[in-house]
């Protein structure tokens, strides 16, 4: 009923107040594998001061929340900005973290100074609770509940959200990031509240439509500027030129998350035409489908790998990448497949560093030249391998600074791996020795001097391994040797099938 009487007032051109919107913000991208939960304390990122404008605040970024706040400026909008909170990737949330901050933007809503005319609420898409599988859809939910079936309630997720009917149906219009990388969450902020103002100044009417295509889309092809997703997304972009359409979102979804929400999804919000919706929802679903056989993952087993490295003769060293222990992306730092294959193939010219504090304390109790014979790494969980007995003797001792003058990714120049020891393993010979690097500090392959300082030069090894997905290039292909990128097991691994889903259906595309 108080959408034609706003019309009425505003064709008149009596309408005495601006629209009065409100902003929340709760975001997470939990990993269902990962053993550590996500508590309320490390929900510290946008958290503002006490006594700061939020909206200057707030604004002053190139996220969706500033998107809201430039485009709504535009559309008179006046703010009622709430809490924003978000933090790093890692395990599900807390009940705490999740309750407290629930509570904090629900109760928020209800206490606004007037009546509010719509909320833009800004989620990732793929949080994961200790209570609630799709946590999005529970906030949705509950802000629903408050607010009542009429408030517009407009939804921004990352590209990387896993999307159920549920919040599809609590939200009115749900829409995410188009690009990965994601350099597009103003832009989308910006649409989110274009879209607001057309419901609440020009009576739009949204029908929104999810379709999701029965697969996990693989995070190694969710790159949103090259094939085969490129001409998916660039649809989308087409079909919101069309003003009947208000928003076209493809996700990729978040393939670590063990929810029965997990893969890809459409959803397609129209002005009234629900039949446009369904069309256009199923023609993209099936664009993403009939690209399955370009998904194949194809990587190599450590088993494999190691064969081909030890096979390889004239383009070295050879770079193994251990994917599922992606240092960079928050995993262990501590996996043991790749050792304990090189180990049981007897491989040579080999280096395996290995995150493992209590084995740095033996060796240098042992001091230089001891014979060292211990269980190593595979101590942080149980999903980045067992420990691995390794034996040799203790060659170098180091504090673990290192100095990188070069421009390596992330732009750092000291590093600290923490007291450091290297092992020369059983099985070496004169040319080609094997090293395990045991570190007290988990460190990212992303300088050579991580090696060059405890007195290892890559050059003459025959296979070195890295425990990273991509940024350690930077340091690694200057070497001008080969580069394999193994299929290995740990907490960012990139083949589901290395993971036991309890929660996702079980016939997915690209599960197995
Ligand atoms: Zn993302």
New binding site residues.
Partial sequence: MRLPALLLLAASGLLAQRPYIAIAGFQH?SNSFHSVPTPLAEFNRRVIPPGADLIATWADNNDEIAGYIEEGRKHGFDFYPTVARMAMPAGPVTREAFETITKEIVDKLKAAPRKLDGVLLALHGAMVSQDYLHADAEIVRRVREAMGPQMPIIVTH???ANISPEIVQYSTVLLNYKE?P?IDQKERGRKAAEIMSRIVKDGVKPVQVLVKPAMIYNLRFQHTFAEPLKPIVDETKKLEKDPEILAASVAGGYQWGDVPAVGASVVIAVNGNRDRAEREAKRLSNMLWDTRDRLKLNLPTPATAVKMAMEETKTLPVTLVEMGDNIGGGSAGDSTFMLAELLKQKATGWVSVIYDPAEVERAVKLGIGGAFDAMVGGKTDKVHGAPVRVRGTVKVLHDGVFMDTAIRHGGQKYYDQGLSAVIEVEGSTRDLPNYVLLTSKRMVPFSLHQLYSVGIVPERQKILVVKAAVAFRAAYEPLNGRIIEVDTGGSTAVNPAQFNFKNAPKDLFGIK
């Fill in positions: 991208e990352d590209f990387h990965v994601h």
